[in-house]
Nanobody, 124 residues
Framework: QVQLVESGGGLVQAGGSLRLSCAAS????????MGWFRQAPGKEREFVAA????????VYADSVKARFTVSKLIAKNMAYLQMNSLKPEDTAVYYC?????????????????WGQGTQVTVSS
């Protein structure tokens, strides 16, 4: 099993920045991809970004391209989501997820392990 714990959420004004962290533990050698998803009230969970765990590939949702950056520190089993130029529509619970079989998938159903989520609220 892989355990994931997110941190770094909070309240920020529009135009501000936040950095989310995701700490992985357990059988981390199983991880192929680390992804970030978000879910706003009344909406379905949506893909934000993903990075290959041992490689250099990253993918982003169009809505966050050029504003968000995903990174990782393998030695510490950490993944990060740097969020800049935040907008009120970015308000959501953000989840990190680990995929043990797929390569930088945007499909939430392919992810095997999920964190508990961290709330991000962007005020206008």
């Amino acid at each position: 099993q892989v355990q994931l714990v997110e941190s770094g959420g909070g309240l920020v004004q529009a135009g501000g920045s936040l950095r989310l962290s995701c700490a992985a533990s357990g059988l981390t050698f199983r991880i192929y991809t680390m992804g970030w998803f978000r879910q706003a009230p009344g909406k379905e969970r949506e893909f934000v970004a993903a990075t290959s765990w041992m490689g250099g590939s990253t993918v982003y949702a169009d809505s966050v391209k050029a504003r968000f950056t995903v990174s990782k520190l393998i030695a510490k089993n950490m993944a990060y989501l740097q969020m800049n130029s935040l907008k009120p529509e970015d308000t959501a619970v953000y989840y990190c997820a680990a995929d043990a079989t797929s390569y930088v998938s945007k499909d939430a159903s392919s992810y095997d392990y999920w964190g508990q989520g961290t709330q991000v609220t962007v005020s206008s």
